[in-house]
């Protein structure tokens, strides 16, 4: 594998003539992510998490690699995407944008590409009342159903994932599922069980790994179970199980209960995903500064960086710099309008002008801090696509 310091060679060679802050999407490292993920879905349909990518060219070569359908962040990008023809696109939260339910609920054709995300009575109703009175098939929404771990250990009970849908129970699913069945002019597509815990924690320890385990059998049987009571509850069985992410791919495709796997941050392959065992990391996605200024032997400035990512605080949500020997410093981390760099080992002395590259700590992120991505093969400069916000588009 590539040395990061000959990747950032290789970037500033291909971007020599563009002035920084630059991101750059190496395409050779993308589509091998992109085949890479297909394969370690073992044949399972892969959807596509825009949330990770947010560059629309780089979304439509990961469609034409062979992922089927898109998870979009907002209604508003669902309808967007199904008006330049994606057939199936599945918002991955639920939303309370009355606009954009009504948008979707006034547009018969999106209304059959479009699936929406539900976890409460209360999001239905908002369905309900935007699809009233209108034309068109009925809006398809899909229950999101909390895939955590809870473990009883004595008077306590430990949590491990996210605190995101209240739908844990089988009995929990079915009720609101009975409620969608009578709810006119909408309709129960299936489910969707992100496994958090597994996707989305790298396997930093034995214990990890052990909770990964437990937690991958459990999401499984419970899994069923909500099936098995859904069927009940609607009188039929759903067409959509939806579950994973590019951390868990093998381990939600194993289940022949699930119909499908999601993933996005793979394309990419951020710094939070170097601790995985699951996969090799092969970063495909960079940013390169500008040194702006030279404050004294061992230091430098570069123009721009302070794209931290979303999250709890803490180092792992900086940017992580390819250039050997220099590191943020701790203080400033990666500043607003500058990032100060510290030589801390055996790499020579950055110059004002020289161009530092680094990764984003996740994945899409990134691209809401440029217009425009260059895409780069070898150290040329092949193209340069815009981004959501060099489309004027901002999603979330």
Same mark, same amino acid.
């Not at 907002?74 to 948008?103: F, K, Q």
């Not at 034995?206 to 049987?221: D, F, L, P, Q, Y």
């Not at 992410?245 to 710094?271: H, I, R």
């Given at each position: /594998?590539?040395? $990061?310091? =000959? ?63 898109? /998870?979009? /962040? @907002? ?13 199936? =696109? ?24 479009? @699936?929406?995300?539900?976890?409460? %009575? ?15 098939? !009925? ?31 089988? %009995? ?19 489910? /969707?069980?992100? +496994? ?8 930093? #320890? ?16 419970? &899994? ?6 859904? =069927? ?15 951390? #868990?791919? +093998?381990? #939600? =495709? ?16 951020? %710094? ?11 970063? #495909? ?7 702006? &200024? ?6 430098? @400035? ?14 792992? &949500?900086? !940017?992580?710099?390819?250039? $050997? ?5 701790? *203080? +400033? ?8 760099? &510290?030589?801390?080992?055996?790499? $020579? ?30 150290? +040329? ?11 004027? *588009?901002?999603?979330?």
């Amino acid at each position: /594998m590539e040395s $990061p310091a =000959s990747v950032a060679a290789r970037l500033g060679r291909a971007t020599a003539q563009v002035a920084g802050p630059v991101a750059v999407v190496d395409l050779d490292l993308f589509d091998a992510n992109a085949a890479e993920l297909l394969r370690r879905a073992g044949g399972t349909p892969v959807r596509l998490a825009t949330k990770s990518v947010r560059v629309r060219a780089l979304v439509d070569r990961a469609l034409a690699a062979g992922f089927q359908g898109l /998870m979009t /962040m @907002t209604v508003a990008e669902a309808v967007w995407y199904a008006g330049r023809g994606v057939p199936d =696109s599945l918002v991955g939260y639920p939303s309370v944008d009355t606009a954009a339910l009504a948008a979707l609920a006034g547009d018969a054709d999106a209304r059959g590409r479009v @699936t929406l995300m539900l976890d409460d %009575a209360a999001q239905l109703a908002l369905v309900e009342a935007a699809v009233a009175g209108t034309d068109g098939p !009925p809006v398809d929404v899909c229950l999101d159903v909390d895939a955590s771990l809870r473990l009883r250990v004595g008077p306590l009970t430990l949590h491990a994932g996210t605190r995101r849908s209240p739908l844990h129970a089988p %009995a929990d699913v079915a009720r609101l599922a009975a409620r969608v069945a009578t709810t006119p002019g909408v309709r129960l597509r299936g489910v /969707m069980t992100y +496994e958090a815990q597994i996707a989305g924690l790298p396997d930093s #320890s034995a214990a990890v790994r052990a909770m990964k385990k437990v937690s991958a059998r459990e999401v499984r049987a419970r &899994r069923s179970a909500v099936l098995d009571a859904l =069927s009940s509850a609607v009188g039929r069985d759903l067409t959509l199980v939806n579950a994973g992410g590019t951390g #868990s791919l +093998e381990v #939600s =495709s194993a289940d022949p209960e699930v119909t499908e796997v999601t993933a996005g941050s793979g394309l990419y392959v951020p %710094a939070t995903f170097d601790g995985y065992r699951a996969f090799c990391p092969r970063p #495909s996605a960079f940013f390169g500064l500008d040194v702006v &200024r030279t404050p004294g032997p061992g230091w430098a @400035t570069a123009f721009g960086g302070g794209y931290p990512a979303s999250g709890a605080a803490g180092p792992s &949500r900086l !940017p992580r710099l390819l250039s $050997p020997g220099w590191s943020l410093t701790r *203080r +400033e981390g990666a500043g607003e309008v500058q990032t100060p760099l &510290r030589r801390r080992g055996g790499g $020579p002395e950055l110059r004002i002008g020289d161009r530092v590259w680094f990764r984003h700590a996740k994945a899409g992120e990134l691209m809401e801090r440029f217009d425009v991505v260059h895409l780069v093969r070898g150290d +040329e400069v092949v193209d340069v696509v815009p981004t959501y916000r060099g489309e004027g *588009r901002s999603f979330a």
